[in-house]
């Protein structure tokens, strides 16, 4: 079942001569529970793709469809309350409060949404996360692997339709890297949850189930892993 279709996105950035096209009429779509692999070189359009999958950044032209509905058909106030439900965003560099602990970083979505924590979630994703016992450290107290942990368990906290990870392990050694990985390939068999990922790391993207290759703003190859 189709749970995300871009339809002929492209991107513009800047006027007349200092134009630059970041997509350039980009078109695909991704199954429900499927974990897919983003490549490209630096330059090539891979974060400007995700941004705009996950409603931080219009397209100048084309469309998103998640669940079957346009994403950006509606208003802005729409668009925030997608971004907080539906999508799940993980970095490079956490971006986690400083100021809030643990659990307080995880559930912080969940509550600028108005819902109350679901304390059960909360409890299986610390223990999936390896985080029992941390839940009051502040994000300073955390080694870089732990805190892409807290991220990871930030993004998954309100069950989002798709989870999209901007480089995730980018700053991370490669063994942290590789739990970080194991961590979004769990998630996706244990909760079916979509993980569409970005990452300059072959071994990492052939560990997906399908790697789309992006060149240019252009996607230039996609194909099934068998993975």
Do not use: W
């Not at 999958?53 to 509606?74: C, E, R």
């Not at 029992?132 to 339709?161: D, F, T, W």
């Amino acid at each position: 079942m189709e749970i995300l279709r871009a339809e002929n996105i492209t991107k513009i950035y800047g006027t007349g001569n200092n134009q630059v096209k970041a997509l350039d009429d980009v078109s695909f779509s991704v199954e429900k529970g499927e974990f897919v692999a983003i490549i490209g070189p630096s330059g090539s359009g891979k974060s400007t793709l995700i941004h705009i999958l996950g409603g931080v950044d219009k397209p100048t032209s084309g469309k998103v469809f998640m669940n079957g509905k346009d994403i950006y058909a509606g208003s802005d106030a729409q668009l925030a309350v997608f971004r907080r439900r539906e999508v799940g965003l993980i970095y490079q560099f956490y971006n986690l409060i400083p100021v809030l602990n643990v659990r307080e970083n995880m559930t912080l979505p969940v509550l600028l949404d108005g819902r109350e924590v679901n304390e059960d979630r909360l409890g299986e994703l610390i223990d999936l996360l390896g985080l029992r016992g941390r839940e009051k450290h502040l994000p300073n107290e955390l080694s870089g692997g732990q805190q892409q942990r807290v991220s990871i368990g930030r993004a998954l906290m309100c069950a989002p339709a798709v989870v999209l990870a901007d480089e995730p392990t980018g700053n991370l050694d490669s063994k942290n890297s590789q739990e970080i990985i194991e961590l979004l390939k769990t998630s996706n068999l244990k909760y079916g949850q979509t993980i569409l990922i970005i990452t300059h790391d072959e071994n990492i993207a052939l560990q997906a189930q399908r790697i789309i290759a992006i060149e240019d703003g252009r996607i230039v190859r996609d194909e099934v892993t068998g993975k």
